[in-house]
């Protein structure tokens, strides 16, 4: 018997939640972009539905409200005006880890093993770049967080992350001068992460996105009263070591995210994502923690809330 072909495109809708949360992470500018069969186009893909149907597609299941993060130039021109437009998005603002690196012109091969791609953006020096994010979360009000920006030393050789700490540290000021929260980027990275947190004084609203550390990091975000935000991999069945952080958390610092259109919760693992699937993470969340579905939920709003303000 041939090998059982793997299934493309969407998922089909979860369960409904019993309380809203929100979607504390997400990149919408990415998933209206993806084919409905999948990554790459191959066939005749269906065109991906809208951006509004998106948002109601994720409120029908309970995910009312997202938090729309852009982190390259483009994402950031796109989030400042979605967020404006949709009352159902907040925004994040920054430029990626990654995307800082080409800014400021460093082409290395890093231990990914991928040539750098610069695409007419990076152009953009990257004092310049960081610029054109503080001024996007200086005049929109809907902007509330700066990120994703940290570190990720799996994309980044020897000089990138030097670029890389540097626009991590520009970041975390102009997070903790403009009174936002701060979302974190954080790959292999967690002690270096850390020790710029405390060497510069962390935001008072402090977030690891997609939170991928083991209990130890954990109980140093416990410790210091760091949000850490789960996607899609607590579910992933060889994750354990993430499931021991989570039940080390205190609940008011655990938050939720798709980190669409990437990360797709199990059983769904390389079909593409958007917030509709969180579901999927907040049941886990609630079986990791042995905790009932309704208290979770509530929780995770008035902790999104609490990093955030109301929407």
Known sequence: MGRKQRERGWPAPPEPLPLPVVD???HLDAVVDVAADGWDGAGAPEASPDLVAHLERAAAVGVPRMVQVGCDLEAVAWTDVAVRLHPQLLGAVAIHPNEAVLHAGVHEVAPDGLDPDPQPRHEVGLDDAIGRVAEVARANPRVRAVGETGLDFFRAGERGRAVQREAF????????ELGLALQIHDRDAHAEVVEVLLADGAPERTVFHCFSGGVDLARTAAEHGWFCSFAGPVSF????????????LPPELV??????PYLTVHPYRGRPNAPYLLPGTVRTVAEVTARPLERVCADLSATAEAVYGTW
């Open 255 to 260: 938050l939720v995210e798709t980190d669409a």
């Open 24 to 26: 504390d992470h997400t």
């Open 169 to 176: 540290r520009a970041h975390v000021a102009l997070a903790k």
């Open 237 to 248: 069945p060889a994750n354990e070591e993430l499931r021991a952080a989570l039940r080390v």
